[in-house]
């Protein structure tokens, strides 16, 4: 084993991949399915799912380092409401995985140490707190200002509440995050007349091209995934064997994240990290850069296996 930077690295398993090697990069675990909200459209905290011991999952995050996974994921629900969370960081990162949590941000995250927080907004002020409940925007934006040192990143997921507010999202949260990245609301059952038509999120992913190209905010959706999202990118294989689903029971799934919930439509999928991950197998060195910063990667070695 000899230790690489992360484009190298990638390039490498790049390679593999293309020779038929179909093992993931990425572990999502959703440690738990507790969260402190319940939000109406959210399928997870509505699930009643016994939750694993922190041995098993050490177990389950050492088979999938076993199978080739560098980035582990942390999410939940909220992760941060299991009382092991911390052993659950450690323990990735001791098995030389790259640790990222997904947060509410409604709890005091600096108190932990992933590699990199991903904080989910659903919109500014009162279209978040709507969405969540009253006064939880003005407490994500307490604990971002609070942990000014800590490795974050937000996500907005746009849909047809929160897309006209793009522009200020990204005004606020640029000087006091690591990025702000988008990602478009899948179509599911229980969420379809809130998603955006395909033709709606070409002309929004357009605009924030459009955005991005000004350089004063700080966006990290690489150009590559933003071009792509219309019919050019439907038509393409999605590199969805990258990314091991860890359920809260612990059952493995090698694949995309909406089949954990009901039988995928590809055509009608924009997501974000798999919109990512599909230009990062064309090698757009844009994509690539995005999984980097997101990963909270930085110049931080990783070893070759
Ligand atoms: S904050 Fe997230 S995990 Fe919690 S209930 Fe809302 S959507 Fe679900
Ligand atoms: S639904 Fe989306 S994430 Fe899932 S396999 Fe299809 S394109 Fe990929």
């Known amino acids: 084993m000899r230790p690489g930077q992360f484009i190298p690295y990638y390039i490498y398993r790049y390679l593999r991949w293309k020779s038929g090697d179909r093992t993931p990069l990425t572990a999502v675990s959703k440690v738990t ?20 011991s922190t041995e098993d999952w050490f177990r389950a995050f050492e088979n999938a380092r076993e199978m080739g996974v560098i980035h582990l994921i942390l999410e939940g629900g909220e992760p941060t409401e299991r009382d092991d ?3 659950l960081i450690s323990y990735g990162k001791d098995l030389g995985m790259l640790v ?42 307490e604990n971002i200002k609070r942990n000014e040192d800590v490795k974050k990143i937000v996500g907005l997921t746009l849909n047809k509440c929160n897309v006209h507010q793009i522009e200020k999202v990204t005004s606020f949260f ?8 988008f990602n478009f609301m899948y179509p599911y059952k229980s969420s379809k007349d809130l998603a955006l038509s395909l033709s709606e999120q070409e002309k929004v992913a357009k605009n924030i091209i459009e955005l991005k190209k000004k350089k004063e905010y700080n966006i990290i959706s690489s150009y590559s995934y933003l ?33 954990q919930l009901e039988m995928c439509k590809c ?6 990290c798999y919109g990512e991950l599909t230009e990062a197998m064309k090698l757009r ?13 930085e110049d931080r070695l990783l070893w070759l296996r």
């Not at 071009?227 to 694949?255: M, N, V, W, Y």
């Not at 055509?267 to 974000?272: A, F, K, R, S």
């Open 227 to 259: 071009k792509a999202i219309g019919k050019k990118r439907r038509k393409e294989k999605c590199p969805s064997f990258l990314t091991l689903l860890i359920d809260t029971d612990l059952t493995l799934r090698q694949g995309c994240t909406v089949e």
């Open 33 to 52: 399915n507790k969260c402190g909200l319940k939000c109406d459209h959210c399928p997870w905290w509505k699930r009643d799912i016994k939750e694993a």
């Open 174 to 181: 640029s000087p006091l995050t690591d990025g702000i990245w």
């Open 85 to 87: 969370i911390d052993d």
């Open 267 to 272: 055509e009608v999928c924009n997501l974000g």
């Open 285 to 297: 060195f844009d994509s690539l850069k995005f999984l980097k910063i997101s990963t909270g990667l």
């Open 100 to 141: 990222m949590l997904i947060t509410n941000g409604i709890n005091d995250f600096g108190e932990h140490d992933p590699d990199c927080y991903w904080i989910s907004l659903e919109g500014f002020g009162k279209t978040h707190d709507k969405n969540r409940e009253k006064g939880v925007f003005d407490k994500i934006v």
